[in-house]
């Protein structure tokens, strides 16, 4: 992980987390009013160690996973477009876009709920990503998601940011700089027949 505050502090919070289940484990001995609560928090903090395993993991990735920013972006704009929670949406993206077991994008996600897969597919018409650079220059990024259940009235959303050079993905620099192409424009497969 990088080496900023944030990196530093989720660290820190995984090690009291750890720390805390520990001490849970090591007093097998406890109170009869509060066992309940005791093997419940066990359970909580496991969960919570696994989702901090899976930030630091997002934080770890290559530059080339552009995919899993491109899914977050997606998930935080469909939170108040469709009324999704954008966790939810993240991990169906990322199920619905084909993305492997245990590849850095996908080391310990949650499996997606189908509710929430079957809203993306009937709701999403179409995802596009541009990169429009010249190669070592800094580019830009476009987003785009057509949406509507109501084919007759799509919508469309457009994300729009700058992006260095090298955090373009390996691919499509290597199509700018081949083929001399300022922009190149890609769909998410959405895991649509």
Not at 50 to 64: H, S
Not at 136 to 141: A, D, H, I, P
Not at 150 to 166: A, F, M, N, P, S
């Amino acid at each position: 992980m990088p080496d900023t505050t944030a990196g530093k502090s989720l660290r820190s919070a995984r090690d009291m987390i750890e720390k805390a289940l520990r001490e849970m484990t090591d007093k097998a001995v406890l109170p009869k009013p509060g066992a309940d609560r005791g093997v419940v928090g066990k359970i909580a903090l496991r969960h919570i160690l696994k989702m901090i395993d899976v930030v630091i993991a997002a934080l770890e990735a290559p530059p080339e996973s552009d995919s899993i920013v491109v899914y977050g972006i997606l998930a935080e704009e469909c939170e108040p477009v469709l009324g999704l929670s954008a966790s939810d949406v993240f991990s169906a993206l990322v199920e619905m876009c084909g993305e492997p077991h245990g590849s850095s994008i996908r080391p310990e996600l949650p499996r997606a709920k189908q509710a929430v897969i079957d809203t993306l597919r009937r709701e999403i018409v179409a995802v596009t990503v541009e990169y429009r650079a010249r190669p070592g220059e800094t580019g830009v990024r476009v987003i785009e998601m057509l949406y509507g259940a109501d084919r007759q009235k799509v919508r469309r959303k457009r994300i729009k940011q700058e992006i260095d050079w090298g955090d373009i993905p390996e691919d499509v620099r290597a199509r700018i700089i081949r083929d001399g192409d300022e922009g190149v424009t890609l769909s998410l497969p959405l895991g649509r027949v």
